[in-house]
């Protein structure tokens, strides 16, 4: 499946963005889908996933309540709306597809070109 990351940008603090991955491919909408970041010099980290069978969702604890996963899968298309945004959540943002497992792990294959995203204080 090939993925398409979008929606990255600079905002002030306090501010929202909405992210959106576009899947293409075959069976693109048969993945479980989730984000990654990654801070300058550092790992990636997982940010928030959910679920391709019944769209359970999983989240990293310094985002929940804040950011939300969501996806249509009749557009194949994934969506994080990051709201109360802080400083510290400036990043490259990366979507991938895979098992739930596998994204949870950081070992899924699918991964789309990251997108920015740059807070301001």
């Known amino acids: 499946v090939q993925l398409q990351a979008s929606g990255g940008g600079l905002v002030q603090a306090g501010g929202s963005l909405r992210l959106s991955c576009a899947a293409s491919g075959r069976s693109s909408s048969a993945y479980s889908m989730g984000w990654f970041r990654q801070f300058p010099g550092k790992e990636r980290e997982f940010v928030a996933a959910?679920?391709?069978?019944?769209?359970?969702?999983y989240y990293q604890d310094s985002v929940k309540g804040r950011f939300t996963i969501s996806r249509d899968n009749a557009k194949n298309t994934m969506y994080l709306q990051m709201n109360s945004l802080k400083p510290e959540d400036s990043a490259v943002y990366y979507c991938?597809?895979?098992?739930?497992?596998?994204?949870?792990?950081?070992?899924?294959?699918?991964w789309g070109q990251g997108t920015l995203v740059t807070v301001s204080s």
């Open positions: 991938t597809a895979g098992s739930i497992n596998q994204i949870v792990a950081g070992t899924s294959r699918s």
């Open positions: 959910i679920s391709w069978s019944d769209a359970s969702t």
